[in-house]
């Protein structure tokens, strides 16, 4: 039996019928139409579904749409303002962070919900703070330094 849940997705309002099994990423992916929320290991590990639930960046696959109900999320589609970039996905850009792309969306959002708690942080800081998203393709560096840049920017302003 289906369970109506209402939403708030990048500003958005919805309100859906959903099967209480079914997983937020394929929520979001699958009824939504929100394909920036990519889908990797399916059990929390890769963290290519990382999205922010009120704020604090969560990985959608291991939570059930219904868990959402009344909730705030912003996907990757919902980072970028009236057709700006924000100045974290800038700063991947910048400094080549994107890679094969696939793992992107979740970096982009747990870096954006790293500097929301802790706007300058070390790069140990950094690399402790996207321990939980997987870059199977060259590395980190890259990624470390778009986080130190969009930390940078926002330090002086």
Do not use: W
């Not at 708030?8 to 009824?31: A, C, K, W």
């Not at 009120?54 to 589609?77: F, M, N, P, W, Y």
């Not at 470390?144 to 926002?154: S, T």
């Amino acid at each position: 039996m289906k369970k109506t849940i209402r939403v708030t997705i990048n500003g958005r309002r919805y309100e859906e019928d959903v099967e209480p099994r079914m997983l937020l990423s394929h929520f979001l992916r699958e009824q939504i139409g929100l394909t920036g929320t990519h889908v990797g290991c399916v059990v929390g590990e890769c963290g290519a579904c990382t999205i922010l639930m009120d704020g604090k960046a969560v990985k959608s696959c291991l939570h059930l749409a219904v868990q959402a109900d009344g909730r705030e999320l912003t996907t990757i589609e919902g980072l970028a303002r009236d057709g700006e970039l924000a100045p974290i996905q800038e700063a991947f850009v910048r400094n080549y962070a994107l890679q094969c792309g696939y793992c992107t969306p979740g970096m982009v959002l747990a870096s954006h919900a790293l500097l929301r708690n802790n706007p300058d942080p070390t790069e140990e800081e950094i690399r402790r703070g996207l321990a939980g998203n997987l870059c199977m393709c060259t590395g980190y560096v890259q990624i470390v330094e778009a986080v130190k840049d969009a930390a940078r920017g926002l330090k002086n302003g």
